[in-house]
C-alpha cells in the first residue's frame, strides 16, 4: 500500500517511511534508510560509523520501480552523523543530505543527524477546538516572526532565544497584544542564515540552530497551550543550490524544474 500511495503521488506521511529510522525490537538494533533517488545508479550510506567509506553500506533499490533504496546499518543509532552517496548515470559520485531528515548539523556543517523524535504533547485543549479556532469566519491576527532575529540576549553576547525561551517570551508577548497566530518565517534547515529560511535543505527538519527538534515541539506546545495558533511558512522553490542539498539529487533535476528558468529562483 505504502508503493503504491508514493507512485500514484497520494503518500502523505513518507516521513515515517522515507529518512532514517531507528529499530530496536529488542533482538534488532540499528537504523533503516530509505531514500528517493530514481536516477541514480548506486547508493550508499557513509557516516562516522564506517569511516564514511561508501562502498561499505551500499542500499539496494526497491523492486517496485518507485525508484527506492533501502538498507539497514546495524548498531547505528539516535545522534549518528550521515550522508548518502550517490552514483549518477554518467559515473559522477556526489554527496547528499537527507531530505527527510529531523535535524541536521548546525551550518556550516553539513551532515544529517539519526534523530528518533520523542516528544510527550501536552496541547489536547487546543488540538479539540481547532478546527473552530482555525476556521474561515473565526477572528483571527496573525503576527510574522523571525525566529533567530525576534529577540536577543544582550549579557549572553547577543545570542538568539532557544526554541524553548521563545515558547514562553512569544507566548506572553502575542497573546498581550492580542493576536491569535504566530507565522514562523521559514524555520526549515537552511544553510545560510541571512536567507531567513528561504534556502531549504530539508522540509521535515526545524533548524538546529536554535535546539533539537524536540525542543521545537516545546515551543509549538507552549503556544498552543497559550492558545494561539502557529503557521510556518512552506517555501518549495527557494531550495539552494548547494552541493549536498536538494539541487540536482541524484545526478538529474529531481526535485526542481529542469528548465532553469522555471527550477532556479534567485
Not at 497566530?181 to 533548524?207: C, D, I, K, N, R
Not at 527538534?213 to 548547494?242: C, K, N, R, T
Request: one cysteine or more; glycine letters at 10%; aromatic letters at 16%.
Amino acid at each position: 500500500m505504502d508503493s503504491y500511495l508514493f507512485r500514484e503521488g497520494n503518500h502523505f506521511r513518507l516521513y515515517e517511511k522515507l529518512g532514517a529510522h531507528v529499530v530496536d525490537d529488542g533482538k534488532l538494533s540499528g537504523t533503516y534508510f530509505a531514500l528517493w533517488a530514481p536516477n541514480a545508479r548506486e547508493v550508499s550510506v557513509i557516516g562516522a560509523f564506517n569511516d564514511w567509506d561508501r562502498t561499505r553500506h551500499y542500499l539496494s533499490p526497491r523492486k517496485d520501480n518507485s525508484g527506492i533504496w533501502e538498507g539497514f546499518v546495524p548498531g547505528v543509532g539516535k545522534g549518528v552523523l550521515y550522508k548518502y552517496s550517490l552514483r549518477s548515470r554518467n559515473g559522477s559520485v556526489f554527496e547528499k543530505g537527507d531530505p527527510f531528515a529531523a535535524f541536521w548539523e548546525i551550518a556550516p556543517k553539513t551532515a544529517s543527524i539519526v534523530w528518533p523524535c520523542d516528544y510527550a504533547w501536552n496541547d489536547g485543549e487546543w488540538m479539540k477546538n481547532r478546527r473552530a479556532q482555525n476556521a474561515l469566519n473565526a477572528p483571527m491576527s496573525v503576527y510574522e516572526v523571525h525566529v533567530g532575529s525576534w529577540r536577543r540576549k544582550p549579557s549572553e553576547g547577543f545570542r538568539s532565544l532557544s526554541y524553548r525561551e521563545l515558547g514562553h517570551e512569544l507566548g506572553e508577548y502575542v497573546r498581550a497584544a492580542g493576536f491569535t497566530h504566530v507565522e514562523l518565517l521559514p524555520v526549515m534547515e537552511h544553510p545560510f542564515y541571512g536567507s531567513w529560511g528561504y534556502q531549504t535543505l530539508g522540509y521535515f527538519a526545524p533548524t538546529s540552530r536554535y535546539g533539537t527538534p524536540e525542543d521545537f515541539m516545546y515551543m509549538v506546545d507552549v503556544l498552543h497551550q497559550m492558545g494561539i495558533g502557529v503557521i510556518l511558512d512552506w517555501v518549495p522553490s527557494h531550495f539552494p543550490a548547494d552541493a549536498y542539498g536538494l539541487a540536482h539529487f541524484d545526478g538529474t533535476c529531481l526535485y526542481e524544474h529542469e528548465d532553469p528558468r522555471k527550477g532556479y529562483q534567485p
